[in-house]
């Protein structure tokens, strides 16, 4: 009985959450009939299910509102704003009634006297509404009659309105997916008791089971108009009833007629999966059948051979399995084997199991990363493909595994049209919401944690952000607002942007209040940029209200959600423009079990990076004009690319020595060893992590810089827990632990957030060198002997190191396998006239990858020595074929490649098309 009851909650849930929606929709479509036909029928469905469980509340509740829906239906009243507010209040009745089923197994008491009066009124024609909490009773407005055999009058415009482009139908495959699995499960539970109760016609739970069944069958089949399975699965439903009462007792005739029913119901189902639609099966003599025994009078049983002959019907299907290689049962089949049914291509898995399943993946992946390193020292050839099958395989089984846990955001999105409804109209505005993306995957354990910000910015921009209509009309916009929810995919992370047309953030007014709170003084909040003005709305406790307000107003929500979306692994950017409204961006991480990092070494210790995080890697090296570090307001910086970056040392914050042990930080400068990654001014060449925290970035200045893996992700022992600078740990292949490290708490920690805020951005900082006006960013390569070359950053879209081995040729050039798809690489040596040709000596080859017109390519250099910002005066001196000429970098002759010449050269007719990508297929 519990699985049942846990089966009901789970359906009843998912009904009220599409009537939430379904209704929003139908106040804007009050004509829809399909819309109002679904709404009937789940109301219908939970009355059904209600009266089954003898949960009475439910079932007056779901009966009054299906009752004026059925008015509605019929034609005999129109909808309006009333009927939807009135109906809603009833879905929140009926949702807070579930919730206290799941929680105590038992219906709660309550009165809903009042809420069933006014639908019955509204159902009648009489002007009624009803309060809902946390909102005054909109205005009421009389139900329109609907005038026969005439278009029913368009009712007034609503307060607030919420649309989604996808009709109201876009997701019905999947639920006749479920429909159709569900059904064939129960079909198969059927024919056993049917079975099971000729043997023992007595067994009271037995037939209470059939009879759930069957009514499960009739109330699914009448929410998708399946309107034949309906009947005749009452009509079966009808005849259980006397028998598990008492009143008759099950015979023969009886089982071979349900067992013949369920026959037809079956191929009635296989038909439905095959079109879509209902078949034209008639159902009226078994129906017939099934009423003349339900009123006790003797039918004869139908031929034995008749029920045994459905049997046979799936061998066929059966024979190809039996020879996959192609043997004699193939051949004997005669036909292409049927696809298989919904209950054979799903399976109803638990969470838990699935959460099992991921950790045990985790631990796989901790497994092949220790094995690994094993091949790649190890002589003997069958061990090293070994491995390499089994890293295949163990990625493979990851990405499938993750794929279970992945749910689209339209989970969460569901709920807003009714938000954006209620909130609207409680603040007297019209909304327009429209989602975008609906279908766009994230792993569900952050789906939970960022639906509660998600909601609370939602509310902000309905409550703060958009304006009242008579406000947007003087102001020359629509009445109703425009709220755009949107989610997309770029590179690996889920981004959803959340947009107004509303007013936009006075940032005067935020400054002032940043004063007179206590944030800031004057002469910094005169200081701030817009961009570092915007960022004060994150701080605790500050709000630019004048009034609270029970939507918002305290100062405690967007700190709070800033908080959860960086403990996701994400980051939060908010722009606006005066006048024409707001948007915030979130960056999301597509699960939080398995991550990319950077290692990083730093006083002996092996430290992780969440790519999520990386922009760069910078080598400084003081030798060189103008790279050195230097002091701005107190903090350590270096120029890179013209601008300064602040700069974090990895040892100094955390507090480390060569052995690990913690030791005071200096607290003077000059105290500190020179290139022992902790001084400001070192004279060696430093290693620095350009990092990106909130909308600021900084450099984080280690030892050394190992590789990059993929890592699982452990909780800290309850000794790290309070230590900010560390988000997690990892297992190293070598069965080490590695800590994570936490980037905005470490820019916290050190700082370097605070001066960010504190201070005019670094850009606008006094000049420690005149930038030359010809200056330009440059990666540097060597190819060969002394031959110095240069590429424009700019061209250069990733730096790549390839195993020699990996390296495949096709249509007689060299290509590589690359993200997703096939890279052909250019040998740069082959096309620079007088460059010496390289020689493949080593494991790996430095690949520069750069994009003509959204295609990869991969230029093969020699070596890559450094990225610079110098100037460049190119002095086209040397004539060479594949150079634009030389300039002097760094006092050093160098060649700047002429990257269209050589895409030109590497194949003439169309650059462009040199190789197209498409995705590999098996």
Not at 729 to 752: F, K
Request: glycine residues 8%; contains cysteine; hydrophobic residues 40%.
């Amino acid at each position: 009985m519990e699985e049942i009851l846990k089966d009901f909650l789970v359906e009843a849930g998912e009904n009220l959450d599409r009537l939430d929606q379904d209704l929003v929709r139908l106040e804007q479509s009050p004509g829809d009939q399909k819309i109002i036909g679904n709404v009937f029928r789940a109301l219908h469905t939970i009355k059904g299910s209600s009266g089954f469980f003898a949960f009475k509340r439910l079932e007056k509740v779901a009966h009054a509102g299906e009752s004026l829906l059925g008015k509605i239906r019929d034609g005999r009243l129109t909808l309006n704003a009333d009927m939807v507010t009135t109906l809603l209040a009833a879905l929140d009745r009926l949702r807070e009634i579930v919730r206290g089923v799941e929680d105590t197994k038992a219906e709660p008491g309550g009165d809903d006297a009042e809420l069933i009066a006014v639908l019955h009124a509204l159902g009648e024609g009489k002007v009624a509404s009803v309060a809902r909490r946390g909102a005054p009773a909109p205005a009421s407005a009389p139900p329109v009659p609907a005038a026969p055999r005439a278009a029913a009058p368009t009712p007034p415009a609503p307060p607030a309105r919420a649309t989604t482009p996808a009709p109201a139908s876009a997701n019905i495959d999947s639920f006749l997916r479920d429909f159709l699995a569900e059904s064939h499960e129960n079909l198969d539970a059927l024919d056993r008791a049917f079975v099971a109760l000729e043997q023992a016609p007595h067994d009271r739970a037995l037939l209470s089971n059939v009879f759930r069944t069957l009514h499960t069958l009739k109330g699914s089949s009448g929410f998708f108009g399946f309107w034949r399975l309906e009947k005749v699965a009452h009509a079966a439903e009808s005849l259980l009833g006397k028998l598990r009462s008492g009143e008759l007792l099950l015979n023969e005739a009886m089982t071979a007629t349900l067992l013949g029913t369920v026959d037809g119901v079956r191929e009635s189902l296989k038909h439905i999966e095959q079109t879509g639609q209902e078949s034209g099966k008639d159902f009226s003599a078994p129906i017939e059948i099934l009423k003349q025994l339900a009123e006790g009078k003797a039918v004869a049983a139908p031929a034995a051979e008749k029920r045994v002959a459905p049997v046979s019907a799936p061998a066929s299907p059966l024979s190809p399995a039996l020879s996959p290689g192609g043997g004699e049962g193939e051949k004997s089949a005669g036909a292409a084997p049927a696809a298989p049914s919904a209950a054979d291509s799903t399976v109803r898995v638990d969470v838990g199991l699935l959460d099992k399943l991921m950790n045990l993946v985790g631990e796989l992946v901790l497994a092949r990363n220790r094995l690994l390193p094993f091949a790649v020292n190890h002589a003997d050839a069958a061990f090293t493909s070994a491995t390499q099958r089994l890293d295949g395989i163990t990625t493979e089984l990851q990405e499938r595994v993750m794929k279970t846990r992945m749910q689209p955001i339209n989970h969460v999105w569901s709920k807003f049209p009714r938000l954006v409804r209620d909130l609207s109209a409680q603040c007297g505005k019209q909304v327009n919401l429209v989602m975008e993306g609906t279908e766009t995957e994230l792993d569900r354990t952050l789906l939970d944690a960022i639906k509660d910000p998600l909601t609370h910015m939602v509310r902000n921009c309905v409550d703060h952000g958009i304006e009242p209509p008579d406000t947007r009309v003087a102001a020359g916009k629509p009445a109703a607002g425009r709220l755009l929810l949107r989610a997309y995919h770029e590179s690996g992370l889920v981004v959803i942007e959340i947009s107004d047309d509303g007013a936009g953030i006075n940032l005067a007014r935020v400054r002032q209040k940043a004063v007179e709170k206590g944030f800031l003084k004057s002469e910094q909040a005169a200081r701030l940029t817009d961009r570092q003005a915007t960022d004060l709305i994150f701080l605790p406790g500050f709000s630019t209200a004048e009034t609270t307000t029970s939507v918002s107003g305290r100062g405690v929500g967007m700190d709070v959600v800033k908080t959860n979306i960086e403990n996701s692994g994400g980051s939060i950017e908010l722009s606006t423009v005066a006048g024409q409204g707001t948007t915030l961006r979130l960056k999301i991480p597509l699960t939080l079990a398995i991550v990319p990092a950077l290692f990083v070494g730093c006083a002996g210790g092996r430290f992780a990076i969440a790519q999520t995080s990386l922009l760069e890697l910078v080598r400084l090296d003081p030798a060189q004009d103008g790279s050195s570090i230097e002091d701005v307001y107190g903090a350590p910086v270096c120029r890179l690319r013209g601008k300064l970056l602040p700069l974090v040392f990895l040892k100094r914050e955390l507090q480390l020595d060569r052995a690990g042990d913690l030791q005071s930080p200096p607290h003077d400068a000059t105290e500190a060893k020179v290139g022992d990654c902790e001084s400001p001014a070192p004279a060696e060449p430093v290693t620095i992590v350009v990092l990106q925290s909130e909308s600021h970035r900084f450099g984080l200045v280690v030892d050394e810089v190992h590789d990059t893996e993929e890592i699982v992700v452990k909780p800290v022992g309850a000794l790290l827990k309070g230590i900010p600078a560390f988000a997690g740990a990892t297992i190293l292949g070598d069965g080490s632990v590695a800590l994570i490290l936490d980037v905005a708490g470490l820019a916290e920690m050190s700082g370097v957030a605070t001066k960010l805020r504190e201070r005019p951005p670094v850009e606008d900082a006094p000049a420690l060198r005149v930038a030359h006006p010809d200056e330009k960013s440059l990666l540097l390569f060597h190819m060969g002997g002394a031959e110095h070359m240069a590429i424009p950053l700019d061209l250069v879209t990733r730096l790549e190191k390839f195993p020699r081995t990996s390296i495949e040729r096709s249509g007689g050039r060299e290509v590589v396998q690359y993200d997703g798809g096939v890279m052909p690489l250019v040998r740069v040596a082959d096309f620079v006239e007088g460059c010496p040709a390289t020689v493949d000596s080593a494991d790996t080859l430095d690949v520069v990858v750069h994009h003509a017109k959204q295609q990869p390519v991969g230029f093969v250099v020699g070596q890559i020595r450094d990225i610079v910002t110098a100037p460049l005066r190119v002095a086209d001196v040397t004539r060479q074929r594949g150079l634009l000429g030389s300039a002097v970098v760094n006092n050093q002759i160098t060649g700047v490649l002429d990257v269209p010449a050589i895409l030109k050269a590497a194949r003439p007719e169309d650059t462009p098309k040199l190789m197209p990508i498409t995705p590999i297929k098996n």
